[in-house]
Nanobody
Framework: VQLQASGGGLVQAGGSLRLSCAAS????????MGWFRQAPGKEREFVAA????????YYANSVRGRFTISRDNAKNTVYLQMNNLKPEDTAVYHC????????????????????WGQGTEVTVSS
């Protein structure tokens, strides 16, 4: 499956962006999906995950209450709504699919995800 993230850009602190992750080549409806981000000079870190049916979500502490992950399986697309953005949210954001289909639990480690998409850059100015 190929994943393409989009929707990044430059925004002022306190602003909002909505990222999209479009899948092609294979349906993602049976996979939990995640968003990760990588700031310059830092490790790639977990941001949010959503179950394959969309009923369960999980967030990193740093974004909980500000970001919302969702999915539209009919469109084979996952979203990340980011509100009240902060300069520390500046990073390249990547979406990824769980390496196991129909996993019952959400996972947050990079090694549990395959099919990494090209990222989209988010820059938050202070």
């Amino acid at each position: 499956v190929q994943l393409q993230a989009s929707g990044g850009g430059l925004v002022q602190a306190g602003g909002s962006l909505r990222l999209s992750c479009a899948a092609s080549g294979r349906t993602i409806t049976k996979y939990n999906m995640g968003w990760f981000r990588q700031a310059p000079g830092k490790e790639r870190e977990f941001v949010a995950a959503i179950s394959w049916r969309g009923g369960n979500t999980y967030y990193a502490n740093s974004v909980r209450g500000r970001f919302t992950i969702s999915r539209d399986n009919a469109k084979n697309t996952v979203y990340l709504q980011m509100n009240n953005l902060k300069p520390e949210d500046t990073a390249v954001y990547h979406c990824a699919a769980d390496r196991l289909p129909w996993r019952s639990a959400l996972v947050t480690t990079r090694d549990e995800y395959d099919y990494w998409g090209q990222g989209t850059e988010v820059t938050v100015s202070s």
